[in-house]
């Protein structure tokens, strides 16, 4: 790949700041100086799911994907470097300071643009992003509901039972929730949605439960992924993206304990099988989708069709949007940032919040309270803009470190709301700020752009 040169921004380096835009949901996107470096995966599987795996970043300085922007730190303008359009073309841009300023390349066109109005960087990067979504014709909802999802409390070991108990608790203590979802641990493989593990009997009887409360039912999916265990892939290796020599299966990484891989979305039985799988839940009842790994679709490799990888990725989220029927929430999730805007009513701006403060590793993309902070802060500025911002789950329960601050940052920086403890587990002041958190999101600006 080839990076040519931008612009040199005069300034102070040690002064100056950088925003530095990740490219996934999980990819940390924050402020920092301008002579530093920002964060690097410390494993190969996280630069695959976390950080853009087909350019990775150089070693020193930064790269934002579709967005960089300095702020020259002496009250001087700041300059903004932004994808035209991010859904056709998302380049990388680097910066890195040297002697007199900060240098900034890309792997393609972007747009220059110097923001002299009121309120820094922060209100700069509010601009822009009120001009691009006006560009692209962006509705953001007037209302997201709140919701429910035993991800951070049960995670692959959920089973039937568990959500049962979980909507009877929810229905006494009258907790004001809007949609109750299932999560990872109901399907039979990564990849084989319509065949149930053997911890779920029906989806039926829940959502039915779950209606039965006035609840709308949510579903959690992973639908670009084919796990290696599971029947598409085993019985269908022509419905996966390939490298792009074509010599092998495109590998996306290694979760849930196997290595995973991309499903093409351009060749036709892939394609009719991923319409079913929506088509088939909103027949179930489901009307609310959190969709996650998306990035998997956005990988450079070779399809059944000639286009390019974006292209690609979009006309996933087209197929799932128009099978999944009308009223349908969908929530993006470990999604590609800047070619999302437009395609979902929410959206995941941070890495998975846990219920340590650090990192298990001390990589900051990896889940944490820490991570989600740095990044729940970083892309405040798309809320309301390009959807609502989703920076996590509510996890209030007593084992969670420095609960108090984390519902502090979810009270100031959340638009999507969902509570994510085993409701039983909660305590007095649990479920007290639990009740309290849990509102529906408006599209109001939680960065002013004045």
């Known amino acids: 790949m080839t990076f040519a040169p931008i612009a040199l921004v005069e300034c102070d380096p040690a002064r100056a700041r950088v925003f530095e835009n990740g490219w996934s949901s999980f990819g940390p996107s924050a402020v920092y100086p301008a002579t530093g470096t920002s964060p690097r995966p410390s494993l190969r599987v996280y630069e695959m799911s976390t950080f853009r795996a087909d350019t990775p970043a150089p070693a020193t300085g930064f790269q934002g994907e579709g967005l960089l922007a300095v702020d020259p730190g002496d009250g001087g303008p700041v300059h903004l470097f932004a994808a035209p359009d991010a859904r056709i073309s998302c380049p990388s841009v680097r910066a890195v300071a040297q002697a007199g300023g900060v240098r900034v390349t890309s792997d393609g066109p972007v747009e220059h643009t110097v923001d002299d109005g009121p309120g820094g960087l922060d209100s700069a990067l509010a601009r822009w992003a009120d001009r691009y979504a006006e560009k692209l014709g962006v509705r953001v909802a007037e209302s997201y509901p709140t919701g429910w999802c035993p991800w951070y409390q049960y995670f692959t070991r959920l089973t039937e039972r568990d959500m049962y108990e979980n909507i009877n608790a929810i229905d006494r203590h009258e907790l004001p929730v809007d949609m109750i979802a299932v999560d990872d641990a109901f399907q039979k493989e990564i990849g084989d949605w319509l065949q149930l593990s053997d911890r779920f009997s029906s989806l039926n009887g829940l959502v039915n439960r779950i209606h039965a409360s006035d609840r709308r039912a949510g579903v959690w999916v992973a639908p670009m992924f084919v796990g290696a265990r599971s029947d598409v892939f085993r019985d269908h290796p022509d419905w996966l993206v390939r490298t792009p020599d074509g010599t092998e299966p495109l590998w996306t990484g290694h979760i849930w304990e196997q290595d995973l891989y991309a499903l093409d979305i351009t060749h036709p039985g892939a394609a009719a099988y991923l319409r079913e799988v929506f088509q088939t839940w909103r027949g179930h009842g489901f009307d609310y989708f959190k969709l996650d790994f998306l990035f998997a679709a956005a990988r450079v490799g070779r399809r059944h069709e000639d286009v390019t990888a974006l292209q690609a990725y979009a006309m996933g989220v087209d197929l799932i949007r128009e099978a999944a029927g009308e009223g349908a929430t969908l929530l993006g999730c470990g999604a590609p940032l800047l070619p999302s805007v437009g395609l979902f009513e929410g959206m995941r701006i941070s890495c998975d919040i846990a219920p340590s403060y650090e990192p298990a ?23 309301g803009r390009f959807w609502h911002n989703d920076p996590d789950c509510v996890i209030v329960r007593p084992e969670v470190e420095r609960r108090e601050e984390w519902a502090r940052h979810i009270e100031r920086y959340a638009g999507v709301r969902v509570l994510s403890d085993r409701v039983n587990s909660l305590d007095d002041w649990g479920l007290e700020t639990a009740r309290r958190l849990l509102v529906r999101s408006t599209p109001a600006p939680l960065v002013p752009s004045e």
């Not at 590793?361 to 809320?383: E, K, T």
Request: aromatic share 4%; proline share 4%; hydrophobic share 35%.
């Open 361 to 383: 590793d001390g990589d900051i993309s990896q889940p944490s309270q820490a991570g989600a902070v740095l990044s729940g802060r970083g892309r405040a500025f798309m809320h």
